[in-house]
Every structure is written in C-alpha cells, then in structure tokens.
C-alpha cells in the first residue's frame, strides 16, 4: 500500500530524496504543490522531472483517502465522505458563508463517549484518525473552494472525540497553522471535546492558541450523568476546573455547547441552572438546537423555546448565541450522512426521561 504523503514531515520527505539522490528542495517543493497549488496527484507537479515524479508516485500517494460520496446543498454546505485505505469511512463538511469559509472535520471513526442523542457514537469508537487522515479532510474541502478562495475557520466538531486523539490531532493542526503548512491562524481553529478533564489541561500544557469548546448539555451533574455518560466518571465539577484552568493559561475564552432537546433539557430551570453556573466565568454558550437522528427519539424544541432559554441565559449575564442549523438536507451533522449510507441498528437502551 502506498504511504500517504501527509504522513511524512517535510524532513521525512528531504531525507527521501537524498537517500534516492535527489536535491533536498525538491521536498519542499512537493509540499508547496499539495498544500498552496492543491496537486491531488504527483503527475500534476509539472515543475518536478518526470523520473522524479514516477518514483514518488511508487511510493507514496498524495491523498491516502479517496473521496467515496459528495454531497452539496442548496445552503453553500458541502459534505465529503472520505474512504480511508483500511476501508473505513469518515465525514467532513465545508460551509461556506458570505466571508467565512468554515471546515469541520472528524478525529476518529465512530465515537467511545455514547452521548445519547449522537449518531455519531452508536457504534462505539473504531479508531483514531492518522494525522495525514486529519490533513486530507481539510485539504479535500479547501480543494473544492474556487481557486483564490481560502478556508477562514476549522473546527474539529465532527465525528469523534477530539481530545482522544491528541496525538494526532495536535501534530495535524500545528502543521495546518504553520507557515509550511496553510498559514492557519491558531485562534480559528476549535477543539469541540465532551470534557475530558486531564486532556484539556494536557492541551492547556502546549501553550497553542486554538478555542476549545466544551460540550455541557446539562448544568447539573445528574442531569449530564444521563445525556453525557462519561460524565459519570469524570464529574461536572473537574470539567469545570480543567475548563477555567484552560482560560488561565491561554487567556482564550471557553466556549460551552448545549444541545437543545425538547423537554429534557430546555426547560426554564435548565436555563436558570445553567446561568448560575457560568455567570463569573469568562465564558460562551452556543446553544445548538437538536438535529434529530433517525432511529432516536430525541426532538429538537420549538423556536420559541430556543429564544426563551436564550434570554434567560442572558439575564444572568452570561453571553449567549444559538447556532445557526446548516447542511440539514444532507445530513450535516455529525456522524448522519455516514450513518445513513451505511445503516446500523440504533442502541437499544434509550434515555427516556418523564418531566420533573
Ligand atoms: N466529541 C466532541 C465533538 C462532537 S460533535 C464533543 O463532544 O464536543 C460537536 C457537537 O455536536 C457536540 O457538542 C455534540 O454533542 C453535538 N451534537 C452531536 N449530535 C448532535 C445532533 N444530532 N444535533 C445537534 N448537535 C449534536
């Protein structure tokens, strides 16, 4: 099988090219081509000799995935899923807005944290993304922009848990923002984690700049034990603290994700529960209105309920969005497109809760 290119640092690829005898700018070179000319394919590195680009075609491949579906949408969403070379599948989306340009992109096949209304954790976790897997997603979508568009956000809310993969995922994004890479700015990037407390202090450790979200769903521990399970074995309190230890040592504010589910989580108290909690915090809530997954018995709440919640979040003082809902006719969020493609049986056990 051939080795992905994006495997391979560019020192990798230099020590290449001297071992076959070839000048050491020849691997930057071939690097400029993939991430600033968007080559998909040796053969197309027309600066390269010929000879030269027959023997890294034996070797290597550009991409190591290949493109298995796209699909676009009426609403400037683009969804790739990608065929990874052991077969698996995995999803990534490119949406485009008046000036932004925002990739959203996967960290494993499938997902270990079983959050109840994801479709992406059905079948537990398969594996973690490679780093050069983690590159093509974002490199695939950007190859799909018009020529001089460029890619302004990357967030890693796709399949996954982000911060599970660290090793991979960290390596990936720091060549991304490096000048060698796309140039990426550090702080449009975001790290989407369930709230995994010792990896994001681990994160807070690497002194990067990337915006981290932080998955709540539920302000109270009993209520997050049951839409978040691992909240059971970690505690609201510690994903708290690793969240505020996040914000003191890179300064960035934390972003706290709540999706909204009718009548189990977007209730009145909820939201005065919730704006006690981060009210002193220096912190964000994006409130993400549930996109319902097949087979789950999950409801997205009305608008009105959205706005209610949202305003109440807000007389507290804490600073509030709802995210808009894009990419829904092609099963934009996590974890559906591929899902529905390849269709597998719901978990049998359902949280069902009767209002309190
Ligand atoms: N493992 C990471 C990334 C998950 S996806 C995390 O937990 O943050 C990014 C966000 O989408 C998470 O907040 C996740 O809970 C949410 N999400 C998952 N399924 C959803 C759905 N069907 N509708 C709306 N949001 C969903």
Redesign the pocket.
Known sequence: MKRPLLDASTADLSAWMTDRGHPTYRARQVVRWVFDRRAESFETMSDLPKGLRSELDAEWTVFGTEIAHQHVSPDGTDKLLLRCQDGRTIECVLMAESDRRTVCISSQVG?G?G?V???SGLKGVERNLTTAEILEQVLRLRNLLPPNDRLTNLVV?GM???LANLDHLIPALDRLCSPEGLNFGQRRVTI???GLPEKMRKLAELDRQYHL?V?L?APTPELRDLLVPINARVGLDAVMDAADAYFHRSGRQVTF?Y?LLADLNDRPEHAEALGKLLSGRKAHVNL?P??P?AGLPYQRPSGEAVRRFERIVRDRGVSVSVRKTKGREIDA??GQLRRRLQPESPRPSLVTLSPS
Do not use: L
């Open positions: 997902c944290m959050c209304f994801c479709a809310m996954g848990e982000s989407s984690t369930v979200a998955s769903h994700e999706v993400i549930y996109n997954v969020a996590c």
